[in-house]
């Protein structure tokens, strides 16, 4: 991401046994890099567009493999993705920025459930617990006015729930 949050400004890199490659170029604001509980897909968001991205990966060292296509449009639903994490059954939990909610989408696309915090920026989901059913989700208070913060004393909070789904460990990174 730019800066300023230019048009384009951003891109996706990936750093993987001392090489760094760029991968998507020409992202305003990218968010929601997570993967499939078997590898096989990465997900990216450009939030400025309200889309979300799957890509095939490769099955030797995870490099893409073909064009990525639109997981989600939530344009059409006024709908900004985030951050985001993927579960043990492969359903996607998705921030939704300024909606007061994180949303999971089945692997499919289809939505499944939201959960909802007592604020509007909701940024970052993850799992975590012993078992990995709770959800920690983070919030922000960038660019709330003084009476939307008023009205949200919660935001710039971590909030933690218990939700039905389990987390899936984390993919491990080789440097």
């Known amino acids: 991401m730019g800066r300023y949050g230019q048009h384009g400004a951003g891109s996706i890199y990936r750093y993987y046994t001392g090489e760094l490659r760029q991968l998507v170029p020409g992202v305003t604001c990218p968010n929601a890099i997570c993967f499939s509980p078997d590898g096989a897909f990465a997900y990216y968001a450009d939030t400025s567009l309200s889309r979300i991205w799957r890509q095939r990966l490769g099955d030797t060292h995870g490099w893409p493999a073909g064009a990525p296509v639109v997981f989600l449009d939530l344009s059409s639903h006024g709908l900004n993705p985030d951050g985001a994490v993927v579960d043990a059954g492969g359903n996607m939990w998705v921030a939704q920025w300024g909606a007061y909610r994180v949303a999971a989408y089945a692997p499919d696309g289809r939505f499944l459930t ?44 971590t909030f933690v729930t218990r939700v039905s789904a389990r987390g899936q460990p984390e993919h491990r990174v080789r440097l």
Request: charged residues 10%.
């Open 114 to 157: 939201a959960v909802t915090f007592p604020a509007a920026l909701i940024s970052c989901p993850a799992f975590g617990g012993s078992d990995l059913a709770t959800l920690f989700t983070t919030s922000a208070t960038q660019d709330l006015s003084p009476m939307a913060r008023a009205a949200q004393p919660q935001a710039g909070k």
